[in-house]
């Protein structure tokens, strides 16, 4: 279980971006791809190691 908590806030996020990928897509589906794209971008970011140790 201590498992699983570790990873809510990583799931969150995907699920956020999922639901306002289909919400776009229920719109028009162009924007749909869009916010897909910049979900994709924000997730990457996100997902980047930060840190000084190069």
Same mark, same amino acid.
């Given at each position: #279980?201590?498992?699983?908590?570790?990873?809510?806030? @990583?799931i969150l996020?995907?699920?956020?971006?999922?639901?306002?990928?289909?919400?776009? $897509? #229920?719109?028009?589906?162009?924007?749909? $791809?869009?916010?897909?794209?910049i979900g994709? @971008?924000?997730?990457?970011?996100?997902?980047?190691?930060?840190?000084?140790?190069?």
């Amino acid at each position: #279980m201590k498992n699983i908590i570790e990873y809510l806030p @990583f799931i969150l996020i995907v699920l956020g971006i999922i639901s306002l990928a289909v919400s776009a $897509f #229920m719109i028009i589906a162009p924007l749909g $791809f869009l916010v897909i794209g910049i979900g994709l @971008f924000a997730l990457a970011y996100i997902l980047v190691p930060k840190g000084g140790n190069t």
